[in-house]
């Protein structure tokens, strides 16, 4: 099975598998409560909100790790795959954003509170901007990837920050996982989260793998255009 | 080999300290950009008048003036070896990459600190007469602002190295360079409060602060160094 037919198969499991979460958040994952007894239906939107969020991370990591083979072998194929992680890292940021500050609207009263999980993370956002404002500047194709894959190798040390904030400053946003005491999920909340991220995670890779398939072409066209074109 | 480098290392910093010396352009338009934050601060604060303690601000103040100030700076002190082709020459010749990142780095950092510790005495003299001055020995601002303005330099060096070649210049350098420098800038923000304010376990969460600040110093200047090489080969 070739690189795109895997990458086709994940996107159907990766789209199942998410929607099959947002059912299973609705009719089978406990609903949480407040302390006064009334059933929070904001908590739902957790079942989208940190996948997404912690898929961002991942696929920057992608972007910084690709920037590191591009400058160690200046092959541009390298180059391409970091552009790509991070066009995909841009739509999942978008999201995260997207669903946390309808979450914060609901849970805190505010759309947006400058806590330092927040704070890190919207300086993230415009790290992920400007990685592409930087390309579109450079003109001289080699330039801008050495430029970029800097960029982006720089870019992702926030991405760790933002990531372990929560566990390292006074911040308001909530440790679900691995938080300490009174963190956690009941078994039913767990099994819908996981099965929320893997699928995600797929989705992550087939939007990447396509994205990327569609580019080769791209550049296979470019390359025919200048043989048969003369 | 280390004495070779060492002296090529003096010798470009020696160029630009000397340029700088013959034209005064990076300090006066980085001092007069300096008075001229101070200025739209006053815009900024003076419907608040007396009913705001300016103390509580001041270290945002002077950062926000320093961050802008060495982004003027750093875009400067790259434009003229564009300009002049200088950095052409400069990577003809048998110097090491490292060498150049130090020295340029060097010269960035000394400007900065230049103007930071001439701009500090004017902001004190304009919004801080009459109130309660720095609560903590003031030598504890030299080190936020020396520790600080490292990574400033550090970062800011590799980032406009690129963003000369490009074609937005200095708004790009900006773009890139502020968001990047947000961790080190909040941690900065943070001691020079609790330099300014003081109080009973200041100097803990003085110290606390700057060893974030010196974190992300180790960290920055080690990738910034790292990547220099691929950077200005480019």
């Not at chain 1, 450079?138 to 801008?144: K, L, N, Q």
């Not at chain 1, 797929?202 to 080769?216: K, S, V």
């Amino acid at each position: 099975m070739n690189r795109t037919k895997i990458a086709k198969l994940m996107l159907a499991l990766g789209g199942v598998l998410t929607t099959a979460a947002f059912f299973m958040t609705f009719f089978w994952a406990n609903a949480s409560t407040f302390p006064d007894g009334r059933i929070d239906f904001g908590q739902k939107i957790f079942y989208f909100h940190v996948p997404v969020a912690e898929a961002s991370f991942l696929v920057f990591f992608f972007t910084a790790f690709y920037g590191v083979k591009f400058l160690m072998t200046k092959d541009r194929r390298f180059d391409t795959r970091a552009k790509i992680a991070t066009e995909v890292t841009l739509l999942f940021v978008l999201l995260t954003m997207a669903t946390g500050i309808l979450w914060t609207k609901v849970a805190w009263g505010v759309w947006w509170l400058w806590e330092p999980r927040l704070t890190t993370y919207f300086i993230l956002t415009l790290l992920v901007i400007a990685y592409f404002v930087l390309r579109n500047s450079v003109e001289d194709e080699e330039r801008r990837a050495v430029y970029a894959s800097a960029f982006g190798i720089l870019a992702f040390i926030d991405a760790p920050i933002s990531f372990f904030i929560t566990r390292w400053a006074e911040s308001v946003h909530p440790v679900v996982l691995a938080g300490g005491e009174g963190s956690g999920l009941e078994t039913p909340m767990l099994i819908t989260f996981i099965v929320a991220q893997v699928g995600m995670l797929m989705l992550g890779y087939a939007f990447y793998e396509m994205r990327l398939h569609e580019e080769e072409i791209k550049e296979r066209l470019e390359a025919l255009k200048v043989t048969v074109g003369g | 080999m280390a004495s070779a480098s060492w002296r090529q290392f003096k010798a470009i910093l020696r160029k630009d300290l000397v340029m700088e010396m013959r034209t005064h352009e990076m300090i006066t338009s980085m001092g007069l950009y300096a008075i001229l934050t101070m200025v739209v601060y006053q815009i900024a604060l003076t419907e608040a008048g007396e009913a705001l303690d300016v103390r509580l601000v001041m270290p945002g103040l002077i950062w926000v003036a320093f961050i802008f100030m060495s982004l003027l700076g750093l875009n400067r002190s790259f434009v003229h070896e564009k300009d002049q082709g200088c950095i052409d020459a400069l990577l003809l010749s048998p110097v090491d990459r490292p060498v150049i990142f130090f020295a340029k780095f060097s010269g960035n950092l000394l400007f900065l600190l230049a103007v930071e510790v001439l701009s500090l005495p004017v902001f004190a003299f304009l919004f801080l007469q009459g109130r309660e001055g720095i609560s903590n020995p003031i030598w504890l601002l030299g080190v936020v602002m020396l520790a600080a303005s490292v990574g400033i330099s550090g970062v800011g060096t590799l980032l406009a190295t690129m963003t000369v070649n490009t074609s937005g210049k200095d708004i790009l350098l900006a773009v890139v360079f502020v968001p990047l420098m947000y961790p080190l800038l909040r941690a900065a923000v943070g001691a020079t409060f609790a330099a300014v304010i003081g109080g009973p376990g200041s100097i803990e969460t003085f110290w606390s602060w700057m060893a974030w600040v010196a974190g992300f110093d180790v960290i920055m200047l080690l990738v910034a160094f790292g990547l220099y090489e691929f950077v200005i080969g480019a």
